[in-house]
């Protein structure tokens, strides 16, 4: 089984702190993503990854950026959190041939 | 870009049948993903369709139909434990998942 872990389940941060999510995946995945959730807006792709040091912008990049130095570890990095980032952060990796994506349990971020 | 619609909420009966529907546009097809995702934890993969037709796995069925647009994921002979969200999702290119808002079923005694 594919085995996806988040660095927290749960992480309360200050406005303008620099919170780093981590993402470390078991099964030599080449792709790894991070998603947020909110209710009605469902999950929005932040940023991708297909390779080491490889990233891409999703859908909302704005206030986040993401590093991939080895290939089981994706981290995100919000560089000055906000208020609107209160969110549930997902991670998700995938492989050649793989039928779907693996979640991670989630990150259930607050920023006060 | 992709717009997949599906309705938020619904309510059934422990024993009973729902179907939840699931409506999208796209510019390129390439299947189309069910996730169940339980309050506070994450999404797991339930089915994927790629041709049209209904695809059976238990007390889980999703239907697909390319034409129009549309799928719908069954669930039957509703247990307590299905009460939770439900992601219909399509790929947008090789690498992306573009999600619905969805679905949350609640499941009464």
């Known amino acids: 089984d594919v085995k996806v872990t988040q660095s927290s389940r749960y992480l309360v941060k200050r406005t303008g702190e620099k919170v780093f999510l981590e993402c470390v995946q078991d099964?030599?995945?080449?792709?790894m993503f991070w998603y947020r959730q909110d209710p009605g807006l469902g999950l929005r792709l932040i940023y991708f990854?297909?390779?080491?040091?490889?990233?891409e912008k999703g859908d909302i990049p704005e206030g986040y950026s993401v590093s991939r130095e080895k290939k089981e570890r994706f981290s995100l990095i919000l560089e000055s959190a906000s208020t609107n980032q209160t969110s549930m952060y997902l991670c998700a990796c995938d492989g050649t041939g793989e039928e779907t994506q693996y979640f991670g349990p989630g990150t259930r971020l607050l920023v006060l | 870009g992709q717009n997949i619609d599906q309705p938020t909420e619904m309510t059934a009966t422990e024993g009973a049948i729902v179907q939840i529907n699931c409506t999208y546009q796209?510019?390129?097809?390439?299947?189309l993903f069910w996730y169940q995702q339980h309050a506070g934890e994450a999404p797991t993969f339930l089915s994927y369709?790629?041709?049209?037709g209904l695809e059976e796995k238990g007390r889980f069925s999703s239907f697909l139909s390319r034409s129009k647009g549309y799928s719908y994921l069954l669930l039957k002979e509703l247990q307590m434990k299905d009460s939770a969200s439900y992601l219909c999702a399509l790929p947008q290119d090789d690498y992306k998942l573009s999600f619905g808002a969805g679905t949350t079923v609640t499941v009464r005694a």
């Open positions: 369709n790629v041709l049209d």
């Open positions: 990854s297909y390779d080491v040091k490889m990233k």
């Open positions: 099964m030599d995945h080449e792709n």
């Open positions: 796209t510019s390129g097809f390439n299947g």
